[in-house]
Nanobody
Framework: QVQLVESGGGLVQAGGSLRLSCAAS????????MAWFRQAPGKEREFVAG????????DYPDSVKGRFTISQDNAKNTVYLQMNSLKPDDTAVYYC??????????????????WGQGTQVTVSS
């Protein structure tokens, strides 16, 4: 049973930084993509970063490219999302997601079978 547990959300002023963590357990994640999505009230869940497990290749949408960085610690089975230069528009619940995609970083929420419970990020202006 795959389990994903996020942490690290909170309240930050515009221009500040936060680092989210996603602790993954339940299986070996070879062949998996680990991703972060976010969902603001009244909006669809949006892809913000993805990384191939143990492969290093990552992808970001233009809205966060250059500000957000996804990384992983294989020894700790943990994926991180470093968020810098935060904007009020980044306010959302952030979710960690995982699925076996064998080298493809899927961009749609429907492509991921496993999800964490979410962590709130609020950026004040």
């Amino acid at each position: 049973q795959v389990q994903l547990v996020e942490s690290g959300g909170g309240l930050v002023q515009a221009g500040g930084s936060l680092r989210l963590s996603c602790a993954a357990s339940g299986r070996a994640f070879i062949g998996y993509t680990m991703a972060w999505f976010r969902q603001a009230p009244g909006k669809e869940r949006e892809f913000v970063a993805g990384i191939i497990w143990a492969g290093g290749r990552a992808d970001y949408p233009d809205s966060v490219k250059g500000r957000f960085t996804i990384s992983q610690d294989n020894a700790k089975n943990t994926v991180y999302l470093q968020m810098n230069s935060l904007k009020p528009d980044d306010t959302a619940v952030y979710y960690c997601a995982a699925d076996r995609t064998w080298g493809r970083i899927a961009l749609q929420a429907n492509d991921y079978a496993y999800w964490g419970q979410g962590t709130q990020v609020t950026v004040s202006s």
